[in-house]
């Protein structure tokens, strides 16, 4: 890109995306990525198989716009947009259950509902991946993108939606019942971070 100094991003600000893309693994690169893409597909219309090879060939671990985009695990990245996708009807209603009284997964703004949609789908589809790593992950996903209370929402979210699907693996929760689920959790350590 050429352009005034006006409109070249800044070198250091440029390093330090570029660090912090190389920082982020592989697997973190594809939820990052995924959520991107849903949000893409929702506004644009785009179907799975466009938003994947556009985000394999242009995205992914490019530099766009002067900022470099994570790598992603291509397999992971495909796995979790086709499945987002297929199971959207079964994440939405476990995300509708999960979310406060009179706030609808519909009513959510498009980017926190993509977090949510694909932080879903590893919880209830993907039982390779511990529901506290996959929470986590999509906390710092949503720290990509708010500043605000979002982050926290996603976690509370996608916490009642793994004691509810996955309650062995969530551990109960300290001073009194579980008001969530009304499912304690099974005390056994969460299996090792894949």
Do not use: C
């Not at 710092?140 to 004691?163: K, M």
């Not at 109960?172 to 499912?183: Q, T």
């Amino acid at each position: 890109m050429t352009g005034t100094t006006e409109t070249r991003p800044d070198a250091a600000a440029q390093d330090a995306s570029e660090e912090t893309a190389r920082a982020i693994s592989p697997r973190s690169g594809a939820r990052l990525a995924v959520v991107q893409a849903l949000y893409e597909m929702d506004i644009s219309g785009k179907g799975v198989l466009d938003a994947l090879a556009e985000f394999e060939a242009f995205w992914i671990g490019q530099e766009v716009d002067g900022i470099l985009h994570p790598k992603a695990e291509t397999a992971f990245f495909r796995d979790l947009l086709r499945g987002t996708v297929e199971e959207q009807r079964a994440i939405d209603q476990k995300l509708d259950q999960a979310l406060a009284q009179g706030w609808p997964l519909r009513r959510i703004e498009i980017v926190l509902r993509a977090i949510l949609r694909a932080g879903a789908y590893e919880l209830l589809f993907r039982p390779d991946v511990p529901a506290p790593a996959a929470i986590s992950e999509y906390v710092d996903v949503a720290h990509s993108f708010y500043t605000a209370d979002e982050p926290g929402l996603v976690n509370a979210v996608l916490d009642r939606v793994a004691r509810e699907v996955r309650p062995g693996e969530m551990s109960a929760p300290k001073g009194g019942g579980n008001k969530g689920s009304g499912k304690p959790g099974s005390g056994k350590p969460p299996a090792k971070k894949v």
